[in-house]
Nanobody
């Protein structure tokens, strides 16, 4: 059974850091363009950062310079290093493929930024 499993969320003060990880249970992970998404309370899910199979990365303006997406194809994982966190970053974070064809969504990782 194929799945995505996110981990690493938590409660952090403004200005703090967290590192999220996501593991994919299937094969051919290195071929997929991957991304991190987030969904804040009362808002639609949005794409935050992408990393393509060749290693190129993209970020939305709101996280550019603060978040870093990376991948380890040998471990079937995609990571999101989040620095200088702000209250507006509070959301449930999910990983999935970047594009219209996606895997079943995992449970996500709750990130709460609050003093």
């Amino acid at each position: 059974q194929l799945y995505l499993e996110e981990s690493g969320g938590g409660l952090v003060q403004p200005g703090g850091s967290l590192r999220l990880s996501c593991v994919y249970s299937g094969n051919r992970f290195s071929l997929f363009d991957m991304a991190w998404y987030r969904q804040a309370p009362g808002k639609q899910r949005e794409l935050v950062a992408s990393i393509f199979s060749g290693g190129t990365t993209n970020y939305i303006d709101a996280v550019q310079g603060r978040f870093t997406i990376s991948r380890d194809n040998a471990k079937n994982t995609v990571n999101l290093q989040m620095n200088s966190l702000k209250p507006d970053d509070t959301a449930v974070y999910y990983c999935n493929r970047d594009g219209k064809i996606q895997f079943s969504w995992g449970r996500g990782a709750q990130v709460t930024v609050s003093s």
